[in-house]
């Protein structure tokens, strides 16, 4: 009976080692999970405010390391869930791939240049993050995605004509304000902290309505949609063309009582 329990004991002891050892990332990981929510990414990119320095972004602010479809906590997202990047193979429609994927940090290296330091698109080299950093982010990107795939979409990237014709689509739709607020709420605050604010995006809705306010709305529009120097796109599986709409809605709303 004596030698069961100590048997028995060995083995509790033993299970709860490898779930312990299972629950620990690896020291690779957990630096990439610090990267992940880190604006300075440990110091390594300079403050300031011109090219090549830091916009105070992080990529938590702009991608979720859980699977925000399965668990959505409400935020929008303006890109998509890290959770299954290395299984995806490449990025950006193709831009990134083969040897460059992992290099790239499956793609995040584009928005390391672009979005944390500013770097304009057409310069843009997603291989110059540092390889410790990559590596570090995709065993990340790894521990956090197991077997799960992620989200499964598709990245259409717009031309300006494109672009131009899609945000005169979404002007001409009708919204509901209401609802175009929350959605601001949900998705632009991290960088326009109200409209009538400045925080890393302009300040969107001034002391006085503008003169051409079809002219605003439809700047608007093409923004969401297509993105601009610094702004990230909305693709269509994350803002829909009705929750664009709506947002437009609340825009022509504010601008009217611009100042009132
Ligand atoms: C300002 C928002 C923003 C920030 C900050 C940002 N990203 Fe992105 N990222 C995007 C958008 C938009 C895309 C293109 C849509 C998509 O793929 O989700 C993208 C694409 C990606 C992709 C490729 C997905 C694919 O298959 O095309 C990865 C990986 C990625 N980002 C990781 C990162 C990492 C790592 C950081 C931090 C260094 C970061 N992002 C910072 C917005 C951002
Ligand atoms: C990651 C930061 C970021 C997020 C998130 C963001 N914006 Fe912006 N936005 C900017 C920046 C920076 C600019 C300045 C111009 C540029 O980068 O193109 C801008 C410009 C704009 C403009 C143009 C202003 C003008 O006077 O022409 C509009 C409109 C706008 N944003 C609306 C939105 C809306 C609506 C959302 C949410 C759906 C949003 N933005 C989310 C950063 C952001």
Not at 121 to 138: Q, R
Not at 191 to 209: D, E, F, N, Q
Request: glycine share 12%.
């Amino acid at each position: 009976m004596r030698k069961f329990v100590s048997f028995a004991l060995c083995g509790v002891l033993i299970a709860a080692f490898i779930l312990f050892t299972h629950a620990q990332m690896s020291d690779k990981a957990q630096l990439g999970r610090e990267l992940f929510h880190d604006p300075t990414f440990k110091g390594t990119i300079k403050p300031g405010k011109t090219k090549g320095y830091a916009t105070g972004l992080s990529c938590a602010n702009c991608h979720a390391d859980f699977d925000d479809t399965a668990n959505p906590d409400g935020v929008i997202r303006a890109g998509h869930s890290v959770v299954g990047v290395p299984h995806r193979g490449e990025a950006k429609g193709g831009m990134i791939k083969a040897a460059d994927f992992a290099r790239a940090a499956g793609g995040g290296g584009f928005c390391y240049q672009h979005f944390l330091h500013r770097i304009p698109g057409p310069e843009v080299d997603p291989t110059a993050i540092p390889e410790e950093h990559a590596e570090a982010l995709m065993a990340y990107f790894e521990a956090i995605s197991g077997d799960n795939k992620g989200p499964q979409f598709e990245i259409a990237m717009l031309d300006d004509d494109a672009k131009k014709a899609a945000g005169e689509k979404l002007a001409a739709m009708s919204g509901d304000a209401e609802n175009g607020w929350q959605l601001f709420g949900r998705a632009c605050v991290v960088c326009h902290p109200s409209p009538y604010k400045a925080g890393i995006g302009p300040r969107l809705v001034g002391t006085r309505a503008p003169r051409n306010i079809d002219a605003a709305v439809l700047r608007w529009a093409t923004k969401i949609r297509g993105g601009g120097t610094l702004m990230p796109f909305y693709a269509p599986d994350i803002l829909s063309d009705q929750d664009i709409a709506d947002i437009l809605a609340f825009a022509r709303q504010e601008l009217e009582n611009a100042g009132k």
